[in-house]
Structures are given as structure tokens and as C-alpha cells.
């Protein structure tokens, strides 16, 4: 059943590509795990699934002991990171999406030094919407959070990463818009490669306006158990 999610949530990729005028190769697909057992993994792995996004430290450290096994696996980490969880994540984690502070990349940037994973490829996370429960930096300050990490040799710079309004496609469009065009006065493709946005109810959207990974986890594991 997975498989044939993952080949779903694969051609609604490739296509959404096509309709930009894009290679369905330029876009990544991270599979969310959060709160879904190591078993699902092994299935979407052996399926050719390899990179897979948890939005927990706790979890990404036990899942990422339990596949250990599994050689190509890309952990990203997706969730917003706590200052005392850095070291977990670092520990664990191939890409970290949600970097949203100076002082947070410092750390981050310390405990991937410490882990032997450095340099450490991230991503800021940036917030777009009014919503209380949305983190990261505001677009006034991405400027300057972008400055601190290229000057930490334990850190790579990645991208940008933000989270839209749920349910509102409108807005959704608005918000990625917003990112790429951030990246645009930012530094452009060559300092910010990749955009992170977009995900099960949105993908599409999404790759219209640029994304380079999209992050999808109902529609291939079905919904998420509470957490």
C-alpha cells in the first residue's frame, strides 16, 4: 500500500513539474514519518523511497538507531529545533530544515562539530503567516541569520523553508510566492538553492511557485496517529 501512495504522491510531483516547465528530477521528496512506526519506513525505503522528514529529536534519534541498517537513508529534520535538542539532531540528522536564530545555528553548528557531521547542511526557516503555532525568523531578519551561518564553517547553507495557512490555497500560493521572492533579493539560486515548501494538500502549488522539496507524509502513510 505504501508503494503504490508513494508512486501516487510521485506522479502528482512529476506532473506538477510539467505544468511549470520543469524536470520532475528538480523537485525532492521527503516523506513524513512523524509518529509512524520504523516498519513504514522500511517499506517506503524498499520501495526506493530514501529521504524521510521527522519533526521530533526524540523520535529522529530512536527511528535513526532502529534503521541504522539502512545505508542510503536521509534523515531531515523538519521540526522546530529547541536550543537543548540540538545535540540529538545533530547527532541524527543529514539536513536540518527549521533553523529560525542565530543563537540556534550556533548551537546547532557546535554540536554537528562535536557529532563529526559537520559541516551540517541547513535550511532557515521562515516565518510567513500571522498564525501563533508558525515558527521562524521574520523576513526583516533573514538577511542577517543568512550572514552568521555562511561564517560558521560547521554550518552549509542550504536554503530557505517556511509553512503556509493550512486549508487555504490562496494563501498558500501568497506564501511560497513570498519565499521565493525572499530568496530572490537574498542571494537568488546560487547562495539558496533550495526552497523546502509544500506539502500533501499543497504540493502542487508549491512547485508552481519554485519548490525544490516538498514534504509529504498523509498521502503516503495515511493520517498521523496524535502527537
Known amino acids: ?28 521528496l521527503v516523506a513524513v514519518t512523524k509518529t509512524k512506526p520504523a516498519s513504514a519506513i522500511r517499506e517506503a525505503y524498499a520501495a526506493g523511497q530514501r529521504a524521510f522528514g521527522e519533526n521530533y529529536a526524540q523520535e529522529l534519534e530512536e527511528k535513526a538507531a532502529a534503521l ?10 523538519i521540526g522546530h529545533v529547541q536550543s537543548n535538542k540540538a545535540k540529538l539532531v545533530a547527532r541524527a ?11 540556534l545555528a550556533t548551537e546547532l553548528a557546535k554540536r554537528a562539530d562535536a557529532a563529526g557531521r559537520a559541516p ?28 552568521a551561518i555562511e ?8 536554503g530557505l523553508m517556511t509553512v503556509p495557512p493550512l486549508d487555504d490555497d490562496a494563501a498558500a500560493k501568497r506564501t511560497f510566492d513570498e519565499l521565493a521572492a525572499l ?26 511557485a519554485g519548490a525544490t522539496i516538498v514534504r509529504v507524509g498523509t498521502a503516503i502513510f495515511g493520517n498521523r496517529a496524535n502527537a
Open 1 to 28: 500500500m505504501i508503494a503504490e501512495a508513494l508512486a501516487a504522491v510521485r506522479a502528482r510531483i512529476d506532473a506538477a513539474a510539467r505544468a511549470a516547465g520543469r524536470d520532475a528530477g528538480s523537485v525532492k
Open 68 to 77: 541504522v541498517d539502512l545505508r542510503e537513508l536521509e534523515w531531515h529534520f
Open 93 to 103: 540528522a543529514h539536513v536540518v530544515h527549521t533553523v529560525h536564530s542565530i543563537d
Open 120 to 147: 551540517m547542511p541547513v535550511l532557515v526557516e521562515v516565518k510567513l503567516s500571522t498564525e501563533p503555532n508558525k515558527h521562524g525568523v521574520m523576513p526583516v531578519a533573514v538577511g542577517e541569520l543568512l550572514d
Open 151 to 158: 561564517r560558521d564553517a560547521r554550518l552549509r547553507l542550504r
Open 183 to 208: 530568496r530572490a533579493r537574498n542571494g537568488g539560486i546560487s547562495r539558496l538553492p533550495e526552497l523546502s515548501m509544500g506539502m500533501t494538500h499543497d504540493l502542487e502549488i508549491a512547485i508552481a
